[in-house]
């Protein structure tokens, strides 16, 4: 069950199952995309979504990630005003959606207090993450970004992902993070391989992601 319909009414919830998909979506499928039209809200129930736009340049920028229990900012705010959407979304894992068509949103967000206060919270914590790319964009550099993007993304003290990958999480180009990777592996701070970074040194990556932080 997800977090947005815990407290909405067995009788309630029954009707709004009723005018929902539930569907299956395998990693590497494109949900949807600039200009496509927004069919319902998504409800995450398993799995992770990347939520990404790409520039006139080409370069991609992931604006954040979806995961089980979360609802997607940016298809609530097309459903609501009926625009189109205006970035991209691609699985990374297998996923399961429940998405709900705008009658059953505007439905419950009037008469599910618990359904409109978790929809609410979920669409504040979005609007900072995407403030905090916007921060990151304008005003942090590269390297201090990509390190900081190491740290949070490794697992076990390695980061699964592709030079391009990573480029795409910074919107910058494929180029300049490699160019980077190679300077921190000569440094000391990561080994790379193919498809992934081993993190070597992390109290290290972390001097280089808050330089104006005593790390130790």
């Known amino acids: 069950m997800h977090p947005a319909l815990a407290s909405v ?5 029954e009707s709004v199952l009723r005018g929902s998909r539930q569907i299956s979506i395998p990693a590497g499928t494109k949900v949807f995309g600039p200009g496509d039209v927004c069919e319902g809200l998504p409800l995450v129930l398993k799995g992770e979504v990347r939520v990404q736009m790409a520039c006139a340049s080409g370069n991609e920028i992931v604006l954040y990630r979806i995961k089980a229990g979360d ?36 439905r419950l967000m009037d008469e599910a207090p618990g359904f409109r206060r978790v929809v609410l919270q979920s669409y504040g914590e979005r609007l900072q993450t995407l403030m905090l790319v916007v921060e990151e964009v304008a005003f942090q ?30 919107g ?32 290290a990556l972390q001097r280089v992601a808050r330089p104006d932080i005593d790390c130790e």
């Open 141 to 170: 550099r590269v390297d201090q970004r990509l390190a900081e993007r190491l740290i949070d993304r490794q697992r076990d003290g390695v980061v699964s992902a592709t030079h391009h990958d990573l480029a795409v999480e910074l």
């Open 71 to 106: 609802i997607c900012a940016l298809s609530l705010s097309c459903l609501l005003s009926k625009n189109r959407h205006r970035a991209e979304a691609v699985v990374d894992e297998d996923t399961e959606v429940l998405v709900l068509p705008l009658a059953n949103v505007e």
């Open 9 to 13: 009414s067995d009788s309630a919830l």
């Open 172 to 203: 910058t180009a494929r180029e300049v993070v490699s160019r980077l990777l190679k300077t921190f592996e000569h440094k000391g701070l990561v080994k790379l391989a193919r498809g992934q970074v081993e993190l070597v040194d992390e109290l």
